[in-house]
C-alpha cells in the first residue's frame, strides 16, 4: 500500500475524530463524510490506489462484513424479533423475498441484457440493508422506540440471511449460462451453504466458552477478551473459507452461537466498535475505488435501477409487510425508506464482479455499487428531517 494513501486515509481518520459532533449537527452521517473523503484519493484525484491496494480493499471489506456480521449476530434474540407485533420477523422472513422478488422484476425490465437469474442475483445483492447510513434515526429518542427497534434488528440480521439466498441464486446463474456445469456448482453451492454454519457454530461456541471461561478466572471482562471475540469473526470467517465454505455465512452462524452462549453487552463492546471504524473505511473504498471502476459501465439504465431499489422495491414490499401490525402510516413509511444499502451490497458486487462467470457481470457490480453511492447520499441527508417529521407526530406506535 502507498505511503501518500496510509497517510491520506490517517488523515481522515483524525479529521473525522475532530468534526463529528458538528457534522453531526449538519446532518452529515460518517457514511457521508468517509464517501466523499474517498473520491479524491481515486482515479478521480489524486490517484493513491495502487494493484496491491485493490486486493487490500476487497479484503478489508469481507473481514469488515464478517465483523458486522457476528457482531449482529450475538444480539438476536426471539424477543427482538417478535417485538412488536411480530415486525422484525416479518420483515426477515417476508420482507426480504419480497423485496428480491420485486428487485429482479425491476432488473429484468430495465436491464434487459441480464438473464431472469442474473436479474435475480442483482436484486439480491441490493436488497441487504445497513442501519449505519440513517444514524440519527437509530440515535435520536425523539423517533419512536419500536420504529428504531424494527430498523435495528432488522439490518442486523437480513444481511446474514441474504447470504445463502445470493449463493443459491449466483450458483443457479451460473448453471443458467453453463449448463455442462450443473452438477459442479450444486455441489458447491451446497458445500458453501452447509459447510459455513458448520464451521460457525463450532467456532462461535467453543470461542465464546473459551473466552468466558478466561475472564471468569480473570473476574472480569478485560480487553484483551473482548479483542478474542472479534477474533472469533476472522477466524471463523477464515476457517470457512480454507474449507471451501461461505465465510461470511460462518461469521454470521459463530456471532448466532456466541451469543446464545452469553448476551453481555461488553463481550462485543470491542468487535462493535472496530467494526463501525472499518464500515467508515468501506465507505472511503466505495468513493475512492469502486464508484470509479463502475463508472465507465455505468448507464441511465442502472441509474433507474439504482433509484428504483431504494425506492420501488423496497418501500412497496415494506408496507406489504408491515400491514395489520397496528403500526401508524408514518413508521410504514419510515421503515420501507430507511433500507439504506451500504457494507453487505459491497462485498456481495465485489463477489459477483470477480466469481461470476458470465459476460455482462459489469452491469450487476455497476448498477449496485450505484445503488450504494445514491444511498449514502439521500439515505444520509433525509436521516435527520425524517427525526423531525417523526418528532412531530408525538404518538407511539401502537404494540
Known sequence: MQPALIAYVAACLLTYSLLSRWLRKLSLTSAIFFFFAGLPAGPFGLDLFGTESTEAAHLLANITLALVLFVDATHASPEHLLRPRGAPLRLLLLGLPLVVVAGTAVASLLLPGLSLWQAAVLAAVVAPTDAAL?????????????????????????DGLSVPILMVLLCVAR??????????????????????????????????????????????????????????????????????????????VAGLACGRVNRKAQLTAFADAEGKLLSGLVFFIVGALLLPQAWDSLSPAMLAFAIAALTVTRVLPSVVTLLYTGLGHKAILAIGWFGPRGVATVVFALLVERHAEWDNRSAVFAAAIATVALSIVLHGVTAVPAVRWLASDGR????
Open 134 to 158: 440513517g444514524q440519527p434515526i437509530l440515535q435520536d429518542e425523539r423517533v419512536p422506540a419500536d420504529i428504531r427497534h424494527i430498523l435495528n434488528v432488522e439490518s442486523g440480521l437480513n
Open 175 to 252: 448453471t443458467d449460462a453453463h449448463p455442462d456445469m450443473t452438477a459442479y456448482w450444486v455441489r458447491f453451492g451446497a458445500t458453501q451453504v452447509l459447510l459455513g454454519p458448520l464451521i460457525g457454530v463450532l467456532v462461535g461456541h467453543v470461542g465464546a466458552k473459551l473466552i468466558l471461561r478466561d475472564s471468569g478466572v480473570r473476574g472480569a471482562m478485560e480487553p484483551d477478551c473482548r479483542i478474542g471475540v472479534a477474533a472469533l469473526a476472522i477466524v471463523s470467517y477464515g476457517l470457512a473459507e480454507v474449507l471451501h465454505g461461505n465465510g461470511l455465512l460462518a461469521s454470521f
Open 396 to 399: 407511539q406506535p401502537s404494540r
